[in-house]
Each structure stands twice: as structure tokens, then as C-alpha cells.
């Protein structure tokens, strides 16, 4: 069975935020079905923590995105799997439910406690991102006002140790929103393929949080891949501009740098909670260049229009990310 991943979806924000409203069966009424159409199997949902939450509640609030998906699998287990591992993903496509795995986007719910991601191992975390877009135990972040730029450090003594275990339990490090000096810091010690699960090519678009060729070079020749975020800013330099086609130019972009092996999806939806003062500063202008995972067949089409050969497109569409993850997660 084919297999489409999307490498980065804020999904359980959005579901904790419903069900503390009182809904249930969130993912399977208000998710599904754009999934379905747009043949989507597999995404990693992101344990994202709003800043008004940090320092106390970052580890209660990932705690109770996490006891939310576990809620929605009682409710509607006949369509939804935690995935753990490509065995679980596996057995979802098999079974016909939606994969999800669990990721870290910045690791303020550990604070500076180590023994804790062992927890988060336990409960079904299998991706890190270090960082979002501040600074945390571990290393600074990309920032996205002009007024927050100049963060400078790297890699903590903590982050160095947080990359350590994680790759010891068999985790994937995820560099999006991790800043240059901390990026080349990991690159130093890692020991297993790197990730970017929503960064862009910063030879299109130069902005802070997208990558620079050195950088994509640098995640390929990890056996890495690099998932391409559907954000306007980070896909085209004018709004008029971002929409599906400037989204495969950055494919394009990095398979004509490093070849289409790294690269893959990794949209950061985020239209329909933006309403919510999700993700961005009050003077940013966020926009989604597809509507929702239902359109998502346009990106295929355009592959293939492009010259694209099926398989590669399959590459992209989710193999890539398939690859990584049967490297290196336990």
C-alpha cells in the first residue's frame, strides 16, 4: 500500500483545545475525511507548547495533548493508531487508520530534566525538535520578529546530552526552528540521520527559517531529508506567488541540490486554528498555500507534470520520511 506522510501537523493542539470545549471523536469528524481525500495515511503530530505556558505548564499541557490522542483511540480506535515504529505505521496502513506519530516541537516539557524524555519515550514520543522559535535549555531557536534576532548560542551543555539520549532510545532529531550556530553544533556529534520536518530553501526564499544550501547539503549527507513546509512567507517572496507551484519549486530545489531522495511533505497547517493567535506574532500574515490535507493531490499532479518518475514521487510523497524513521526508530 502506498504511503503519504505529512512530517509535521500541529494536530493534538487543535484536538486538546476541542475536547477541553466538550467534542469528542475530533480527529475522526473534523480531520478524516480531508486526509482521506487528499490520501494522506501517515502524519507526525507535534507536541507544541503556546509560550504563555512556559516554564510551569509545558510538561502538563504536552502531558494533556498526548492524554488527548489516547481519549480520540478509545473513541475511534477502529481509525486511529499511535506509531511508535514503521511496524505500527505498518499495521495502521494495513488496518486502514490513520498513523500518527508523536513529536517534540522544542523541549520545554522536559525543562531541564533529562530522566523525562525517557518518559515521553515511553508514552509514544519518537521525534525531537529542539527548539521552536525561542530559546530553551537546549539552544536557541529561529525567531521570526526582526526584533528577537541576534540569538547567537548554540547547542547547550543540555542539548548536547538531550541529543545523546535521544538517539540512544532510538529517537529522531528534528533541526526546524533550530538556530545556524546550533544546527552546526548537532551536525558535529549526531549519529543518526538528521531531520528537518517543516524548513524551506533559503536560495528561494531568504528568510531566517529556511535553510541554506550548506544546511541541506549537510541534512542529506546525513541520510537526512528535509519535509517542505506550506507557509506563504517561507514559500514564495510574494503572496501572490505562494501557492502549490512555488511549494514544488523547493522540491525541486533540494532534489536539484542533493537529489530526491531528501526531501519529502512536511506542510505545518495551521489555517484552521490560526484564529486561535496560533504560531505568530499579532503583525505576521500566516497563510496555508493549500486549503487543507484534501488538496494535497494537487502537489502529486504538479510532481508529475514536472517529469517526476512514480516512483520518485512516492520517494516524496512519503518513502523518504519511511527511510529515516526505519533507520533509526526503537
Same mark, same amino acid.
Given at each position: 500500500? &502506498? ?17 477541553? @470545549?466538550? &467534542?469528542?471523536? !475530533? ?6 475525511? %480531508?486526509? /482521506?481525500?487528499?490520501?494522506?495515511n501517515v502524519l507526525v503530530s507535534s507536541l507544541f507548547i503556546d509560550s504563555q505556558f512556559i516554564p510551569e505548564m509545558a510538561l502538563r499541557r504536552a502531558l494533556d495533548q498526548i ?19 514503521? =511496524?505500527?505505521? #505498518? ?48 539552544? %536557541? ?9 541576534? +540569538? ?14 535521544? +538517539? ?36 528561494? !526564499?531568504?528568510?531566517?527559517? #529556511? ?20 507557509? #506563504? @512567507? ?5 503572496? #501572490? ?7 514544488? =519549486? ?10 530526491? &531522495?531528501? !526531501? ?6 495551521? %489555517? ?15 497563510? =496555508?498555500?493549500? &486549503?487543507?490535507?484534501? +488538496?494535497v493531490y494537487k502537489i502529486k499532479e504538479e510532481l508529475k507534470l514536472r517529469g517526476y518518475r512514480e516512483e520518485h514521487v512516492d520517494d516524496i510523497l512519503g518513502r523518504n520520511w ?7 526508530? /526503537?
Open positions: 500500500m &502506498k504511503v503519504t506522510i505529512d512530517g509535521h501537523f500541529d494536530l493534538l493542539y487543535d484536538v486538546l483545545r476541542k475536547r477541553k @470545549m466538550g &467534542k469528542t471523536h !475530533v480527529i475522526e469528524k473534523d480531520f478524516l475525511e %480531508d486526509l /482521506k481525500k487528499g490520501g494522506v492524554n488527548s490522542l489516547y481519549e480520540e483511540i478509545e473513541e475511534s480506535g477502529d481509525k486511529i493508531k499511535l506509531c511508535r515504529n514503521v =511496524d505500527d505505521m #505498518n499495521g495502521a496502513l494495513e488496518s486502514n487508520k490513520l498513523g500518527v506519530f508523536l513529536s517534540f516541537e522544542g523541549i520545554e516539557p522536559i525543562y531541564n530534566d533529562l530522566g523525562l524524555l525517557r518518559v515521553f519515550y515511553e508514552l509514544g514520543v519518537r521525534l525531537v525538535g529542539l527548539t521552536w522559535s525561542r530559546r530553551n535549555y537546549a539552544a %536557541d531557536g529561529v525567531y521570526f520578529s526582526p526584533l528577537e534576532e541576534g +540569538q547567537v548560542g548554540g547547542l547547550t551543555n543540555f542539548g548536547h546530552r538531550v541529543v545523546k539520549r535521544a +538517539q540512544e532510545l532510538g529517537m529522531i532529531i528534528d533541526v526546524s526552528h533550530l538556530n545556524e550556530p546550533g544546527f552546526w553544533d548537532l551536525m558535529k556529534i549526531t549519529k543518526t540521520p538528521i531531520i528537518a520536518s517543516h524548513s524551506n530553501c533559503k536560495g528561494l !526564499v531568504d528568510v531566517s527559517r #529556511n535553510l541554506s544550501d550548506e544546511q541541506i547539503r549537510a541534512i542529506a549527507h546525513t541520510d537526512g531529508v528535509i519535509g517542505i513546509n506550506a507557509a #506563504n @512567507m517561507f514559500v514564495s517572496k510574494d503572496d #501572490n506567488g505562494a501557492n502549490y507551484k512555488s511549494y514544488v =519549486d523547493h522540491i525541486d530545489y533540494v532534489c536539484n541540490l542533493v537529489g530526491h &531522495k531528501h !526531501v519529502a511533505l512536511g506542510f505545518d497547517l495551521c %489555517d484552521h486554528i490560526r484564529k486561535h493567535e496560533y504560531k505568530e506574532h499579532k503583525d505576521n500574515k500566516f497563510f =496555508d498555500i493549500i &486549503k487543507n490535507h484534501s +488538496q519511511v527511510r529515516v524513521y526505519d533507520k533509526v526508530l /526503537k
